[in-house]
């Protein structure tokens, strides 16, 4: 294969990865579609062991994120994101094996959670060896949306597969998503190649040197902000993507017209991670790209903390899912070029790992908000707040997305 063909074949080297990133959001939203009646009834258990099932895997990428990175820039993201496909296949299939056991269905499940950090930290690499300059955030946007089709894929077809309490239904619905996961490693394994320029494994990073090239990337300023951008981002979007049903519900909007204004932002956020990533590689723009999509972003959280009526709310959930998520790849591609392509795996998990934290922790923090928001409005009597009660966790995503913008001026835009 000469090299005018291989670079041709990016475009097939990144669909594989896409393919993988896909499944391991397929198997990390499994049962979230349908964790009430149906696996409560199943497994005869509470919604809070089901909800266990999808909130351990950010709490398991954690410690894994760092060792996944140093492994991608060492030896390369074939293998690395190989090695999270095969953890993938393997432990989704391994699900059928519980039966109607809970907490084995709960081990596999966690295990299957191992696979992420292998599977996200590859792509800067990946966009780094096989794509030009001008196409590398667009192939950070690719990639990073197989994640977002995957989640939707979870939350519609297990709903429809599993549409009443019955485990055949459910080993079926496992058996489908764990060979998605399976032909999406085969295809990446058969088609992936390092680099379109040479097949030689890389020169392994001295151990000795591995602490310091991790404190020489911390020391940089872009990849600190971008850190805590990660941290506070991906958990806005958690969270909300956790809690929309809930706060339109609270407002008078049905579940189902909650689910579609959730499943808008979703595809809207899916088109935004191309569009984006287009303009940015055209003007190679990307401090200013952050800064617009986060004072535009204020204003829209702004105004989803009214009460409103619902085609509000549909449309600046489709802004938000926009604008939102198309920071990642841009995030994503500015770590590579401050860094370099020889760090790109440490520099990116050091985003994710930061990005796990903000999932697990403003997940949580807003609900908590949410609580003492209904506790202490209908003690005072505050009557907006009753009618309201997520008025308070959205004016904290508010907040946050002030900080943001005040750290994204200091942003040093590589040349």
């Keep these: 294969m000469n090299l005018s063909s291989k670079s041709q074949w990016r475009w097939v080297v990144l669909s594989g990865y896409t393919l993988i990133a896909m499944s391991s959001q397929i198997i990390w939203l499994n049962f979230a579609g349908i964790a009430v009646p149906q696996m409560v009834s199943i497994f005869h258990t509470n919604l809070t062991m089901i909800g266990l099932m999808a909130a351990i895997w950010p709490l398991i990428f954690i410690p894994l994120s760092i060792p996944t990175g140093l492994m991608v820039d060492r030896f390369g993201f074939k293998l690395t994101v190989s090695i999270g496909g095969a953890l993938l296949a393997l432990f989704s299939w ?185 303009i940015s590689d055209k003007y190679h723009v990307r401090k200013k790209i952050i800064l617009i999509n986060l004072s535009l ?8 903390s009214l009460k409103t009526i619902y085609i509000t709310y549909l449309i600046t959930l489709i802004l938000i899912g926009f604008l939102l998520l198309s920071l990642a790849p841009v995030g994503l591609q500015l770590s590579l070029e401050t860094v370099g392509g020889d760090l790109a795996g440490t520099a990116a998990s050091l985003l994710w790992l930061t ?11 807003m609900s908590d908000l949410y609580y003492y928001s209904m506790t202490l409005s209908k003690a005072l009597r505050l009557y907006y707040l009753i009618y309201n009660p997520w008025f308070i966790p959205i004016i904290l995503v508010v907040i946050l997305c002030i900080i943001s913008i005040i750290l994204s001026m200091f942003i040093i835009e590589p040349k």
């Design 94 to 278: 391994l699900r059928l094996l519980a039966g109607n056991n809970i907490y084995l269905l709960l081990i596999f499940q966690s295990l299957a959670g191992t696979s992420q950090p292998f599977i996200y930290n590859g792509i800067t690499k990946l966009a780094n060896n096989w794509f030009p300059e001008n196409e590398q955030t667009l192939a950070n946007g690719i990639g990073t949306m197989g994640q977002i089709i995957g989640m939707i894929i979870a939350l519609v077809i297990t709903p429809i597969m599993v549409p009443i309490p019955s485990l055949h239904d459910l080993s079926l619905n496992i058996i489908a998503f764990s060979s998605i996961a399976t032909a999406s490693l085969l295809f990446f394994i058969i088609t992936a190649r390092e680099s379109p320029i040479s097949e030689r494994t890389r020169e392994a990073i001295p151990q000795q040197d591995l602490k310091l090239q991790i404190k020489n990337i911390i020391k940089q300023r872009n990849i600190i902000i971008l850190m805590l951008l990660f941290l506070i981002g991906v958990g806005v979007f958690s969270a909300l993507a956790q809690w929309v049903e809930s706060i339109l519900y609270s407002r008078g909007v049905p579940t189902f017209y909650g689910d579609l204004a959730g499943m808008s932002m979703l595809i809207s956020g899916i088109i935004g991670m191309i569009a984006i990533p287009i």
């Design 297 to 304: 972003l204020t204003l829209l959280f702004a105004i989803f």
């Design 355 to 365: 990005s796990q934290v903000g999932a697990f922790a403003i997940i949580i923090i």
